[in-house]
């Protein structure tokens, strides 16, 4: 259940990833005509920037599913199967300590508690944590920068789902399954 | 205890980026300033907030959508008509098209895998050894991340704040360099076994490889005249590139479908991210051992053993070819520019594009060479000749590279003569 | 304690020599039980970054823009009005009246910091690329700022595209065509060279640049009342210092330019058109009592 969950989850962020890139390249194609005809558009860049980051959050999320990731197998390749087995748990264990992790400091800094607290105050909520995330703007596109940064809470909940599911969803010991 | 966590954790094949970032928390949490966490997140996010890396998707969208409208291929029978008749011809044009290709490629393994495919079968055929042809078509990879543009140098500069303009100038000598060096060790090895004869193009065949050829050099042209000329930004120019290759591939050369683009941006989005993850990652653990001083403290270390720039270039070339052994190119300039260029700047006086140009090279050395060798791998994948029996003709291609580390250590001009 | 500091500028400049000034005299003057580290060129982050981390406690101390602040605490952007100095001393002056002053009394709800004295930077320029003979060849024009809501608004106003961009790649976009101008004060467009790829640099003087000097507010609530006396009445005297730096610099970095630019002119409000006009109905109803109460110290202090 949760297996199938984590693949739907990475299917969505995959399609929305690759979207995103399209978007950026049609942002920055956009900046360079708009340039040269006279007509700059000053928000472009920051759009295109924020683009990037989500795809690039999304697409690290569903990586973690998919397991394209960078890592040094060296050693590992020259062990045993069943050393190798461990190992994966234990790797699955600590990408999902890092997933934990994320979500915690997303919630130190987000601090949703505190802010139903004051009744989505925003004022009031800063005076009491000195957490001034829901007062910084964007740059030039006029919206609030929390917005933008949702992007890491996503990311942290995405992560958190997939690392579960890979650790849940391993099959069990070859030896133990032959038994 | 950080150190071992560290590496115990890249033993076991924890993904790069994410040792990174669990480096880091186990770092702030053993100093006790805790209060880092709750900017932790925020610190992800903003490292890559960088306009410089939108060069990245960009870069891995050119290099797509080349390989899909058949513009490889078009630029290996350009190489021919300059080169092909020659004694060894198709070794230099394997040489030529690399270069060529490097002015458009930011990435050696991309290049290698493109490449391999198509030139290694080609001088089978004409009587070359398999080994050797696989040999000269992986190091010619090396090219693509020295002659610009540079998915390398884009990192490098965003990690290192300064301008990826002037980075890519910084690679063009370098690059020259390394192509004469090649040049040579295919003379070398020619002069030693023997090659075999190519024949020259006739003319109408020479016009019409010509002519098939010059749609697809216009995406060199937009790039490097781009930047140049200031129509467009080094980022501008990939994305102008992407647009070009695809016209090219869909009109002018009708290899290439519109519906296959969702599939390229899906491949573009997720080689991208990994990427760009890792760069997120590698900014939060710069962050933290700054906010620790660390880089001063190992400063001190190296600083005792020498005060000579270029001894310390060489030992940290040293340092560069054991780390390129084992960890993937683009992986080890992100762990290691943040700890690294502040001593080479502070404490050396070294430009920070001699040193960028330095490690970038003696990084994608270690793409060709074992135990972690990705770039060999790809090469023997694609051309299905042993790791071992590539080896045993890329080595005098090493050397040469090694000999050019050397120079561009001692001589920063040869990295600083073409920035304004 | 080991108090760290952070700020965007590198190394040679007046903020962080400044900044290093302070260190040292407040080490001696503790007697050894404090100290500062200094971390400058944006080492631990933009100035949005480092205001984080000065909220959350992660850093103890900064020398920070006022733009950067006027973004949590907006009346602030009031310093920005057009022509409200008429040139660099006359915007030292207004710096140091009480109104400035007492504008700082609202940090520590508003942004989490206290602000312990004011500094500053080099009155405004416009580099640009191609001939500038009127406000009119700025419209539709991409111009680099550094992105705060007065300079936007100014820019705006004038139908331009004001476009942020960090530091260290405005020297490439200029050159390359990425902006068509830039927004600058003298001592930048001189050290780092930026009229080598301009047609016209406009002297202006149209907006002053403060500083701030910041401390934590959450580490200030954990400081003794001697530490507090101590360490706010050397910071705000070493960040006064450098508005002397910058009255006593201004004119020979504008001498040097002058020398080598290709064209140089000194123009004043009018060449703006109703640009200023604009400015200034946007923030009549933005800050109107700060507005006022600048213009007021802007002319107790005019000479
Ligand atoms: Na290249
Ligand atoms: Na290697």
Redesign the interface.
């Not at chain 2, 880091?24 to 907030?49: P, R």
């Not at chain 2, 003319?203 to 050099?217: N, Y």
């Not at chain 2, 080896?391 to 040469?400: G, H, T």
């Given at each position: 259940m949760l297996g199938r969950i984590s693949a739907f989850w990475a299917r969505i962020e995959i399609t929305l990833a690759a979207l995103l890139a399209a978007g950026v390249t049609l942002l920055i194609l956009l900046n360079v005509v708009t340039r040269n005809i006279g007509a700059a558009l000053f928000w472009v860049d920051e759009l295109a920037i924020y683009a990037m980051v989500w795809m690039t959050f999304l697409g690290a999320s569903a990586a973690l599913h998919y397991g394209h990731t960078v890592a040094i197998t060296i050693m590992t390749d020259r062990l045993p199967a069943a050393v190798q087995h461990v190992i994966a748990r234990l790797v699955d264990a600590i990408v999902l300590g890092f997933a934990l992790a994320m979500l915690w400091f997303c919630w130190l800094w987000f601090a949703p508690a505190a802010l139903i607290g004051n009744g989505f105050d925003v004022e009031a909520f800063q005076g009491a944590t000195f957490n001034f995330i829901y007062a910084e703007p964007t740059a030039t596109l006029g919206v609030k920068k929390a917005w933008v940064w949702l992007a890491m809470p996503v990311f942290a909940l995405g992560a958190t789902l997939h690392a579960l599911a890979n650790m849940l969803g391993r099959s069990p010991l070859p030896q133990e399954a032959a038994e | 205890m950080t150190p071992l966590i560290f590496i115990f954790?890249?033993?076991?094949?924890?993904?790069?980026?994410?040792v990174l970032?669990?480096t880091s928390?186990w770092y702030i949490w053993e100093s006790g300033?805790t209060?880092?966490?709750?900017?932790?997140?925020?610190?992800?996010?903003?490292g890559?907030?960088?306009?410089?890396?939108?060069a990245i998707?960009?870069f891995m969208?050119t290099g797509e959508l080349m390989n899909e409208g058949g513009m490889t291929r078009r630029l290996i029978n350009a190489a021919r008509v300059f080169v092909g008749g020659f004694r060894g011809g198709l070794a230099y044009i394997n040489l030529l098209a690399n270069m060529f290709m490097a002015a458009i490629i930011g990435s050696a393994t991309a290049q290698i895998a493109v490449m391999s495919r198509a030139m290694v079968p080609e001088m089978e055929k004409e009587g070359y050894d398999k080994g050797f042809a696989a040999a000269t078509t992986a190091a010619g990879g090396l090219l693509a991340p020295v002659i610009p543009p540079s998915m390398m140098f884009v990192i490098y500069g965003v990690l290192a704040?300064?301008?990826?303009?002037?980075m890519f100038l910084a690679g063009i000598l370098p690059g020259l360099l390394l192509s004469v060096a090649f040049a040579g060790v295919i003379a070398l090895v020619g002069f030693r076994k023997g090659f075999p004869k190519g024949r020259w193009y006739n003319s109408p065949e020479a016009v019409s490889a010509l002519l098939q050829c010059l749609p697809a050099m216009l995406i060199p042209i937009a790039i490097i005249g781009g930047?140049l000329f200031?129509?467009?930004?080094p980022?501008?120019s990939?994305?102008?590139a992407?647009?070009i290759a695809f016209v090219i591939g869909w009109l002018v050369y009708g290899e290439f479908k519109p519906g296959a683009?969702?599939g390229i941006?899906?491949r573009?989005?997720?080689n991208?991210?990994?990427i760009?993850?890792?760069i997120?990652a590698a900014n939060v653990f710069g962050?933290v051992i700054?906010?620790e001083?660390l880089p001063q403290k190992l400063a001190a270390l190296i600083t005792s053993v020498t005060s000579d720039p270029f001894l310390f270039l060489l030992i940290v070339n040293v340092i560069l070819l054991v780390v390129g052994m084992?960890?993937?190119g683009i992986?080890a300039i992100i762990l290691i520019t943040p700890i690294l260029l502040p001593i080479a700047m502070t404490n050396y006086d070294i430009s920070p594009y001699q040193f960028g140009v330095v490690m970038s090279l003696n990084l994608v050395l270690g793409l060709l060479t074992p135990?972690?060798g990705v770039g060999l791998y790809i090469a023997s994948t694609m051309s299905g000749v042993s790791p071992g029996g590539i080896l045993r003709a890329l080595w005098p291609f090493l050397i040469a590279v090694g000999l050019v580390l050397i120079l561009l250590s001692r001589f920063a001009w040869l990295s600083t003569a073409l920035i304004g | 304690k080991d108090f760290r500091l952070g700020l965007i500028t590198p190394p040679p400049h007046i903020w962080t020599k400044a900044a290093e000034a302070f260190g040292a005299e407040l080490k001696e003057k503790s007697g050894g039980a404090h100290s500062v580290t200094v971390f400058p060129a944006q080492q631990l982050g933009n100035e949005a970054e480092m205001l984080q981390q000065l909220q959350t406690g992660a850093l103890d101390m900064a020398f920070m823009t006022v733009a950067e602040v006027s973004n949590r605490a907006p009346d602030l952007g009031a310093f920005y009005a057009p022509f409200l100095a008429s040139d660099i001393s006359h915007a030292g002056r207004i710096l140091r009246t009480d109104t400035a002053k007492g504008l700082l009394d609202q940090l520590p709800a508003k942004a989490g910091v206290v602000g312990t004295g004011y500094g500053m930077a080099g009155l405004r320029q416009i580099v640009a690329r191609g001939k500038i003979d009127s406000a009119a060849d700025l419209a539709g024009k991409k111009i680099r700022i550094t992105p705060f809501t007065p300079n936007l608004d100014f820019y705006n106003a004038l139908g331009a595209a004001p476009t942020p961009m960090p530091l260290p790649d405005v020297y490439d976009a200029l050159a390359n065509g990425q902006v068509d101008a830039i927004d600058m004060d003298a001592e930048l467009i001189w050290v780092l060279k930026y009229y080598e790829n301009a047609d016209t640099v406009l002297q202006s003087d149209h907006m002053m640049f403060p500083m701030v000097g910041l401390v934590s507010a959450k580490v200030w609530a954990g400081l003794s009342e001697e530490d507090r006396a101590m360490i706010g009445e050397m910071m705000a005297r070493h960040v006064d210092g450098t508005i002397d730096s910058y009255v006593a610099k201004e004119q020979p970095w504008l001498d040097e330019i002058r020398g080598v630019a290709k064209t140089y002119k000194v123009v004043d409000a009018s060449f703006f058109a109703d640009a200023v006009a604009k400015w200034n109905t946007i923030w009549e109803a933005k800050a109107p009592a700060t507005l006022e109460a600048l213009r007021k110290a802007a002319q107790d202090t005019a000479q």
């Amino acid at each position: 259940m949760l297996g199938r969950i984590s693949a739907f989850w990475a299917r969505i962020e995959i399609t929305l990833a690759a979207l995103l890139a399209a978007g950026v390249t049609l942002l920055i194609l956009l900046n360079v005509v708009t340039r040269n005809i006279g007509a700059a558009l000053f928000w472009v860049d920051e759009l295109a920037i924020y683009a990037m980051v989500w795809m690039t959050f999304l697409g690290a999320s569903a990586a973690l599913h998919y397991g394209h990731t960078v890592a040094i197998t060296i050693m590992t390749d020259r062990l045993p199967a069943a050393v190798q087995h461990v190992i994966a748990r234990l790797v699955d264990a600590i990408v999902l300590g890092f997933a934990l992790a994320m979500l915690w400091f997303c919630w130190l800094w987000f601090a949703p508690a505190a802010l139903i607290g004051n009744g989505f105050d925003v004022e009031a909520f800063q005076g009491a944590t000195f957490n001034f995330i829901y007062a910084e703007p964007t740059a030039t596109l006029g919206v609030k920068k929390a917005w933008v940064w949702l992007a890491m809470p996503v990311f942290a909940l995405g992560a958190t789902l997939h690392a579960l599911a890979n650790m849940l969803g391993r099959s069990p010991l070859p030896q133990e399954a032959a038994e | 205890m950080t150190p071992l966590i560290f590496i115990f954790q890249l033993l076991i094949a924890v993904p790069v980026a994410i040792v990174l970032a669990l480096t880091s928390v186990w770092y702030i949490w053993e100093s006790g300033n805790t209060v880092l966490y709750a900017s932790f997140a925020q610190k992800m996010f903003s490292g890559i907030e960088n306009y410089g890396l939108l060069a990245i998707p960009l870069f891995m969208l050119t290099g797509e959508l080349m390989n899909e409208g058949g513009m490889t291929r078009r630029l290996i029978n350009a190489a021919r008509v300059f080169v092909g008749g020659f004694r060894g011809g198709l070794a230099y044009i394997n040489l030529l098209a690399n270069m060529f290709m490097a002015a458009i490629i930011g990435s050696a393994t991309a290049q290698i895998a493109v490449m391999s495919r198509a030139m290694v079968p080609e001088m089978e055929k004409e009587g070359y050894d398999k080994g050797f042809a696989a040999a000269t078509t992986a190091a010619g990879g090396l090219l693509a991340p020295v002659i610009p543009p540079s998915m390398m140098f884009v990192i490098y500069g965003v990690l290192a704040q300064i301008p990826i303009g002037d980075m890519f100038l910084a690679g063009i000598l370098p690059g020259l360099l390394l192509s004469v060096a090649f040049a040579g060790v295919i003379a070398l090895v020619g002069f030693r076994k023997g090659f075999p004869k190519g024949r020259w193009y006739n003319s109408p065949e020479a016009v019409s490889a010509l002519l098939q050829c010059l749609p697809a050099m216009l995406i060199p042209i937009a790039i490097i005249g781009g930047v140049l000329f200031g129509i467009a930004t080094p980022t501008e120019s990939a994305a102008v590139a992407s647009l070009i290759a695809f016209v090219i591939g869909w009109l002018v050369y009708g290899e290439f479908k519109p519906g296959a683009l969702f599939g390229i941006f899906k491949r573009t989005a997720v080689n991208a991210s990994m990427i760009v993850f890792m760069i997120a990652a590698a900014n939060v653990f710069g962050w933290v051992i700054i906010y620790e001083a660390l880089p001063q403290k190992l400063a001190a270390l190296i600083t005792s053993v020498t005060s000579d720039p270029f001894l310390f270039l060489l030992i940290v070339n040293v340092i560069l070819l054991v780390v390129g052994m084992l960890i993937d190119g683009i992986a080890a300039i992100i762990l290691i520019t943040p700890i690294l260029l502040p001593i080479a700047m502070t404490n050396y006086d070294i430009s920070p594009y001699q040193f960028g140009v330095v490690m970038s090279l003696n990084l994608v050395l270690g793409l060709l060479t074992p135990p972690v060798g990705v770039g060999l791998y790809i090469a023997s994948t694609m051309s299905g000749v042993s790791p071992g029996g590539i080896l045993r003709a890329l080595w005098p291609f090493l050397i040469a590279v090694g000999l050019v580390l050397i120079l561009l250590s001692r001589f920063a001009w040869l990295s600083t003569a073409l920035i304004g | 304690k080991d108090f760290r500091l952070g700020l965007i500028t590198p190394p040679p400049h007046i903020w962080t020599k400044a900044a290093e000034a302070f260190g040292a005299e407040l080490k001696e003057k503790s007697g050894g039980a404090h100290s500062v580290t200094v971390f400058p060129a944006q080492q631990l982050g933009n100035e949005a970054e480092m205001l984080q981390q000065l909220q959350t406690g992660a850093l103890d101390m900064a020398f920070m823009t006022v733009a950067e602040v006027s973004n949590r605490a907006p009346d602030l952007g009031a310093f920005y009005a057009p022509f409200l100095a008429s040139d660099i001393s006359h915007a030292g002056r207004i710096l140091r009246t009480d109104t400035a002053k007492g504008l700082l009394d609202q940090l520590p709800a508003k942004a989490g910091v206290v602000g312990t004295g004011y500094g500053m930077a080099g009155l405004r320029q416009i580099v640009a690329r191609g001939k500038i003979d009127s406000a009119a060849d700025l419209a539709g024009k991409k111009i680099r700022i550094t992105p705060f809501t007065p300079n936007l608004d100014f820019y705006n106003a004038l139908g331009a595209a004001p476009t942020p961009m960090p530091l260290p790649d405005v020297y490439d976009a200029l050159a390359n065509g990425q902006v068509d101008a830039i927004d600058m004060d003298a001592e930048l467009i001189w050290v780092l060279k930026y009229y080598e790829n301009a047609d016209t640099v406009l002297q202006s003087d149209h907006m002053m640049f403060p500083m701030v000097g910041l401390v934590s507010a959450k580490v200030w609530a954990g400081l003794s009342e001697e530490d507090r006396a101590m360490i706010g009445e050397m910071m705000a005297r070493h960040v006064d210092g450098t508005i002397d730096s910058y009255v006593a610099k201004e004119q020979p970095w504008l001498d040097e330019i002058r020398g080598v630019a290709k064209t140089y002119k000194v123009v004043d409000a009018s060449f703006f058109a109703d640009a200023v006009a604009k400015w200034n109905t946007i923030w009549e109803a933005k800050a109107p009592a700060t507005l006022e109460a600048l213009r007021k110290a802007a002319q107790d202090t005019a000479q």
